[in-house]
């Protein structure tokens, strides 16, 4: 519409030429004559093409997020987080759901996102070296959540020493037969998460055993799929044994909300015959009254955004990870056990 953009020259008083540079934002427009064009454009209801845009200044204006699911309460947070930093910006999301094994292999087996985006989000995955060397092959800057990877900028917390600070809450409040919800093995999509948070909870839970003299309970250990229903099999597991454990950490608040379901369905009363402590601060934990660890997950989000901006800018930045910090937030499902 070459008659708009010239209208919008003669508002502001510019060059059809200045107007287009200005609109695509490329360098040489001076700032007080960018904003007379930008407010002339505004006022018009002129916009111009994106695609002409981006064929001007070599950038899409979009970045890509591969998710492992979309559809899990933990990757929808970070996604908003992220999209709320980047949306004032003026920077766009593109999501790529891989949802298993198999989409895995066909996302890098094409790598749709080549010439797409101007930069790459990877959420909690984390990636195989020939993985990470086809994503830094597209040149442009790569930012993990959840992960850490040679040549990325990352961000994320102290899994390990979460989930150690969450078992020896239990140990002080006396619990001694402790078992842990957590994912099933193989490890899907090989998620590393589980794995320090399963690690942490041995470490604990074996000294606890090796105070006591005795062997720890193999059995204690479940898988949950990190999903309600996935809790509540694993819940059910638990109290089919012959020694039923006094407590549960639950590497999740879902399969922590699964167990919940279960103990409540078997008439036993939480805290008082099973304590339950979560992962995660879930937006229902509170009201379920559920124990749990805090993750700030819309901060991890948004700390990835500002990442991602400041690499688009030129900005410089620490390429040392970005590790935030969780808390211990108890409620009503933890209490000293009743019985030893």
């Excluded at 111009?48 to 699911?69: E, H, K, N, Q």
């Excluded at 959840?146 to 078992?167: K, L, Q, R």
């Excluded at 008082?272 to 805090?294: I, K, N």
């Amino acid at each position: 519409m070459p008659e708009k953009l010239d209208d919008v020259a003669r508002l502001a008083g510019v060059s059809a030429a200045t107007v287009s540079r200005a609109l695509r934002g490329v360098p040489g427009v001076a700032g007080p004559t960018r904003s007379r064009v930008l407010a002339a454009a505004a006022r018009l209801g002129y916009a111009i093409s994106p695609a002409a845009s981006s064929l001007a200044t070599g950038r899409t204006g979009t970045v890509g997020v591969i998710v492992p699911y979309v559809d899990r309460w933990y990757f929808a947070r970070l996604i908003s987080g992220v999209e709320r930093v980047l949306r004032e910006a003026g920077t766009s999301l593109l999501l790529y759901n891989l949802g298993d094994d198999a989409g895995r292999a066909r996302f890098f087996a094409d790598l749709p996102l080549r010439r797409r985006v101007d930069a790459v989000l990877v959420l909690s995955l984390p990636l195989a070296a020939a993985e990470r060397e086809l994503l830094l092959g597209l040149g442009v800057p790569l930012v993990t959540i959840g992960t850490e990877e040679p040549g990325a900028d990352s961000v994320g917390i102290d899994d390990h020493g979460a989930a150690a600070g969450a078992m020896r809450h239990l140990v002080q409040l006396g619990h001694r037969e402790i078992a842990f919800i957590g994912e099933h093995s193989p490890i899907p999509l090989g998620f590393t998460t589980p794995l320090r948070r399963l690690a942490a909870y041995r470490m604990v839970y074996h000294a606890v055993c090796r105070e006591d003299g005795r062997e720890p309970e193999a059995a204690f250990e479940t898988g949950g799929g990190f999903t309600v229903a996935g809790g509540e099999r694993a819940m059910s597991a638990l109290l089919g044994l012959s020694r039923r454990p006094t407590a549960v950490f639950a590497a999740s608040d879902e399969m922590a909300f699964g167990a919940l379901r279960t103990l409540r369905r078997a008439g036993l009363r939480v805290p008082e015959d099973v304590s339950v402590l979560g992962f995660d601060d879930h937006d229902l934990a509170d009201l379920l009254e559920l124990s749990t660890v805090a993750q700030p997950v819309a901060e991890l989000g948004e700390r990835a955004g500002r990442l991602l901006g400041a690499r688009l800018s030129g900005g410089k930045i620490a390429t040392s990870p970005s590790i935030l910090g969780t808390r211990l937030v108890l409620r009503g499902s933890t209490a000293p056990p009743t019985r030893r």
